[in-house]
């Protein structure tokens, strides 16, 4: 009840001028291997602040919507292995794990999100049937589909607009997120066939 509430109240804040200032928003694309593969997300800027200024203001579970606004979202065509772990086909939502110590992972799942009237009575009619991420995290955990830990560097070109990119390479390719002077990637491969991988398992 805690996490709608202070949901609800960011929301006011933030969609006071919403309509007006809303971030805005990208889709990353790629082919790797016979997947097609799209990110869609929202691009929040610094603005002077700094990431660990507003990491710092996450709830207790540590998970940021890894963009802004609506649901960030993940669509594959074909099976994956991101950062080494399986991701079928299909349509999912993102979010970042930014624990206080330690490496940092994206969380894959299959709920995507909730239409902002249902946790907002006041949301615009525009963006009523939106849908927004889960503030609390833990209500939608075990519909994960995989947590991948994410390889964290930096940048000398720092970046005002959260940027998500997939850059592809002979045999695969590489998923990166960067905000300002951060970085935070995983491997991207197309899948092996079934029986291959058990093989090697």
Not at 88 to 96: H, Q, T
Not at 97 to 115: D, F, K, M, R
Request: aromatic share 6%.
């Amino acid at each position: 009840m805690l996490h709608r509430i202070a949901f609800v109240f960011v929301s006011m804040i933030m969609t006071s001028s919403l309509l007006a200032q809303m971030a805005p928003r990208e889709t990353a694309t790629a082919q790797i291997g016979a997947a097609k593969l799209s990110i869609e997300y929202g691009r929040p800027a610094l603005k002077g602040r700094s990431f660990k200024e507003l990491v710092g203001q996450l709830p207790a579970d540590r998970m940021w919507r890894a963009g802004s606004e609506q649901i960030t979202t993940l669509t594959t065509t074909a099976p994956l292995m991101i950062g080494g772990k399986m991701v079928p086909p299909g349509k999912y939502s993102l979010y970042v794990h930014c624990p206080e110590t330690g490496s940092y992972s994206l969380a894959i799942n299959t709920v995507l999100g909730q239409p902002l009237k249902l946790v907002w009575s006041e949301a615009p009619e525009n963006l009523a049937n939106e849908p927004w991420p889960h503030m609390n995290y833990q209500e939608i955990k075990g519909s994960e589909v995989a947590r991948i830990p994410l390889s964290e560097g930096s940048s000398s070109d720092a970046a005002d607009l959260f940027t998500i990119k997939v850059t592809q390479g002979p045999s695969g390719g590489t998923l990166s997120l960067a905000w300002g002077d951060q970085v935070w990637s995983a491997d991207i491969e197309p899948a092996r066939a079934e029986g291959s991988h058990r093989e090697g398992s």
